[in-house]
């Protein structure tokens, strides 16, 4: 039997698995844009990015728009590997579970 | 199997559908609006002559500058921001490199008219390089989404 592919807790909670789905796709987004994304308010996206931020995942830069500060959120590159061994994960437990299912009925 | 720990015991498969909705959403903030690619097309248009022509290095200044204002704009507008400089998908790559390839076969064409006293043959380059810029732009976008999906 083959070894259970790892999780990454840190990244599978939903709203921190969405927020690093989100910023894979790209080089960096906003903070706002992530939290009207994900319907959540800032506070529950700062402790989710805290977290993400604290692995060493998420990167924060702030730039000042029009007198308005605004938060960029990006992956790192340890992040941008983590989350693609945690999405690996999950592929192959959905495909475990697809051969146990098929097995099982046979 | 292994067990999911996660905060609400979510399954691999629903957690699957999570990353592939967020993608979604990140993609459909790429797309920026026509007058976006059509800008970018008139900007690298405008950048053109000048590589074989000097004399029009004042355009090309304006080009650069347009070039700044848009994808700033187009970043704070969208809330999202690729640079192009990550590992692209293989769409986008194709797109690229084609683009890339086309820019250079019209400018080294524009030079040899350029060179045989042909009259505003880098204008016309660059006319030329804008109409095709800003359909490339549209490919671009396209398979960028197509790739973030």
């Known amino acids: 039997m083959s070894a259970a592919p790892e999780l990454d807790l840190v990244i599978h909670a939903p709203n921190r698995l969405q927020i690093c789905a989100m910023l894979s796709v790209v080089d960096t987004a906003e903070f706002a844009t992530v939290r009207d994304t994900l319907g959540v308010s800032d506070s529950v996206l700062s402790k989710h990015v805290r977290q993400l931020e604290e692995a060493g995942y998420v990167e924060l830069t702030k730039a000042v728009v029009e007198t308005r500060q605004r938060t960029w959120l990006g992956l790192t590159k340890s992040g941008r590997k983590a989350f693609a061994a945690h999405v690996a994960a999950l592929e192959g437990l959905v495909a475990q579970a697809r051969a146990a299912a098929k097995g099982s009925a046979e | ?149």
């Open chain 2, 1 to 149: 199997m292994a067990k999911l720990e996660s905060e609400d015991q979510m399954s691999a498969g629903e957690s699957l559908k999570l990353v592939q909705l967020a993608r979604l959403a990140a993609a459909e903030r790429m797309r920026a609006p026509w007058w976006y690619h059509v800008g970018i097309g008139l900007a690298i248009g405008a950048i053109v002559p000048a590589v074989g022509d000097t004399d029009y290095l004042w355009l090309s200044v304006i080009g650069v500058a347009l070039v700044a204002v848009l994808v700033s704009t187009q970043r704070d507008r969208s809330g999202v921001w690729i640079s192009g400089m990550r590992k692209a998908g293989r769409r986008v790559t194709l797109v690229t490199i084609s683009a890339a390839t086309t820019f250079a076969i019209l400018i080294r064409v524009g030079w040899d008219l350029h060179e045989r006293g042909v009259p505003n043959a880098m204008l016309w380059i660059g006319a030329g390089t804008a109409l095709l810029a800003t359909g490339y732009g549209f490919l671009w976008e396209r398979a960028l989404i197509k790739d973030a999906r």
